[in-house]
């Protein structure tokens, strides 16, 4: 009996001192270098405006005012706890009535097709990006709400596209976020913040 009490509080010393090094030490090592090397990724690639933060970098934000660019929809519902895609059949009537519904909340027609990415979420449902393209393609509903230039709209676009492979990528990007303060800054905001809410 006494082995046992022995080797039972042996363990329990081991157990501790594990989770002491492999859970709090190893956390706190690669918290603390991160925050040396890259501070605003490690802590979330946060933006702020006028020392508050408006959102990140890295997960969409639901938009639905005319003078904002709309993100990808979200299977999500935007949520950054609750990422992931939905598991319905890309065959299944609750995708094409969701892409059914994107196609007729912008407006498209066989002239003017909606990019795909604007009518299907993306596989975590938060991608903070769409093409330059499906930017593109909301610059004139953007223009006519906000009372400028559709081509002010565009080259606002254009100033923060970039190709995330370098000359590899064809298509470039624009993270809406950061294009929706963009445009605040630029033209004003109506709402006097970029939230939707």
Known sequence: MQTFKHALASSLRVAAATLLICVGGYTSLVLGVAQGLA????SGSLIRR????????????GFTRPEYVWPR????DYDGQGAGGSNASPAGPELRARGVEQVARYGATEARPLPPELAAASGGGLDPHITVRAARYQAARV?????VE???VVATIDALAFAPGGPLTEDRLVNVLELN????????????????E
């Open 39 to 42: 501070a605003p990724t490690a």
């Open 50 to 61: 006028d020392g508050a933060v408006v959102g990140s970098r890295l997960i969409a934000q």
């Open 143 to 147: 223009s006519v709400a906000r009372g």
């Open 181 to 196: 303060l963009a445009l605040d800054e630029r033209f004003g905001s109506r709402g006097g913040e970029v939230s939707d």
């Open 150 to 152: 559709e081509a002010d």
């Open 73 to 76: 929809p979200s299977a999500a």
